[in-house]
């Protein structure tokens, strides 16, 4: 059975970084095709996908979020890691990481996790 | 990045069929594939590689292509279905892009 789940800080001040940990179980991370991606949804509004890691450990990165967004993995730990940069309250969503295969379609997602940013 | 556009809201009676669009140039490239996503929850993904579903998901829900618009078809909707509605694709530029959401409401 495949799982992720999100964990990391519920509260952030703004500049700060937020890391974000995905643990995975049910697949391994180097397997062939094997992608995890990190998404968010802040309130009420649509999802944007942030950033993802292969299998090789090729990363790749929103546009528009790149200079602020780092992906990482520990194969050992099988957990993926998000940081994002110098935070600002349009940062508050709930992120998500998701399983994609051959950098297609999300196939299963944790349950998310909120973070809000605020002083 | 590139952008999928869908409508914001739509309505269907119960049993009924209704249609979710997504527009966009990438998809005149790249399979859209489709999510489900209920108050308080993580997205369920419903529809892929065009017209193929996941393992569990009725056989009510079908997906298409057309040029730039993908189609999320529910025929015969259930009160269950109720839920928002995303289309993905990726951009040849190596993004993955999200719809905008269609917010479908079973009368």
């Known amino acids: 059975q495949v799982t992720l789940r999100e964990s990391g800080p519920a509260l952030v001040k703004p500049t700060q970084t937020l890391t974000l940990t995905c643990t995975v179980s049910g697949f391994p991370l180097t397997a062939s095709g094997m992608c995890v991606s990190w998404i968010r949804q802040p309130p009420g509004k649509a999802l944007e996908w942030l950033a993802l890691?292969?299998?090789?450990?090729?990363?790749y990165y929103n546009t528009s979020l790149k200079t602020r967004l780092t992906i990482s993995r520990d194969t050992s730990k099988n957990q993926v890691v998000l940081t994002l940069t110098n935070v600002d309250p349009v940062d508050t969503a709930t992120y998500y990481c998701?399983?994609?295969?051959?950098?297609?379609?999300?196939?299963?997602w944790g349950q998310g996790t909120l973070v809000t940013v605020s002083s | 990045s590139s952008e999928l556009t869908q409508d914001p809201a739509v309505s269907v009676a119960l049993g009924q069929t209704v249609r979710i669009t997504c527009q966009g140039d990438t998809l005149r490239l790249f399979d859209a594939s489709w999510y489900q996503q209920k108050p308080g929850q993580a997205p369920l993904f419903v529809i892929f590689?065009?017209?193929k579903r996941p393992s569990g998901v009725p056989d009510r829900f079908s997906g298409s292509r057309s040029g730039n618009t993908a189609s999320l078809i529910i025929t015969g909707a259930q009160a269950e279905d109720e839920a928002d509605y995303y289309c993905?694709?990726?951009?040849?530029?190596?993004?993955?892009?999200f719809g905008t959401g269609t917010k479908v409401t079973v009368l």
């Open positions: 590689g065009r017209n």
């Open positions: 890691v292969d299998w090789d450990d090729d990363k």
């Open positions: 998701a399983r994609n295969k051959n950098y297609d379609f999300f196939d299963s």
């Open positions: 993905h694709s990726r951009d040849s530029g190596g993004d993955h892009v």
